[in-house]
């Protein structure tokens, strides 16, 4: 499955402005394809919020960072994009969007709990000082030790 978003040319933000809040059944048919995705296929990685219900018997892991260092991160890469963003409006922009996200999904899935436990996942990283390589060597230590 591919990042949508990307593929239209929009930004996460834009996509659920334009498209997601365009489609009520969104979600609902988004995670149909997950479960599908999952009962067909082995052996890759999916990044979804909720494909760990949909995923059951998957190896799943909870990435976390900081969330100054998150901001940071946002704003260094709308500045490789060119696009010159105030780090305030990237905070107002994103708790806005999470916010969203949890009022769409508490309605949609009332029995599921949105936010992650840590306790839900089989290996949690602290990504906030490591670089992507390292996260990779812990992610495969982990599988394959």
């Known amino acids: ?9 929009l930004d996460i933000c834009a996509f659920d402005d334009k498209i997601v809040k365009n489609d009520k059944d969104f979600d609902i048919k988004l995670d149909k394809k ?21 995923i059951p018997n998957s190896f799943k892991i909870f990435l976390k960072c900081e969330e100054e260092e998150r901001y ?8 490789l994009k060119r696009k010159w963003i105030k780090i305030e409006d990237i905070k107002l922009r994103n ?10 999904y508490n309605k949609n899935y009332p ?3 949105f ?12 990504t906030t000082k490591i670089w ?9 230590n982990s599988i394959f030790k």
């Open 72 to 79: 940071k991160r946002i704003e260094e890469r709308e500045q």
């Open 111 to 113: 029995n599921i709990t």
């Open 132 to 140: 992507p390589g390292e996260i990779v060597d812990v992610i495969m």
């Open 34 to 54: 997950t479960k599908d995705f999952g009962e067909k296929n082995d052996d890759f990685v999916f990044e979804w919020r909720l494909a760990r219900y949909f």
């Open 95 to 104: 708790k806005k969007r999470e916010k969203e996200l949890i009022l769409r």
């Open 1 to 9: 499955m591919r990042s949508w978003w990307r593929d239209l040319g």
């Open 115 to 126: 936010s992650p436990k840590e306790q839900d996942f089989d290996l949690v990283i602290d």
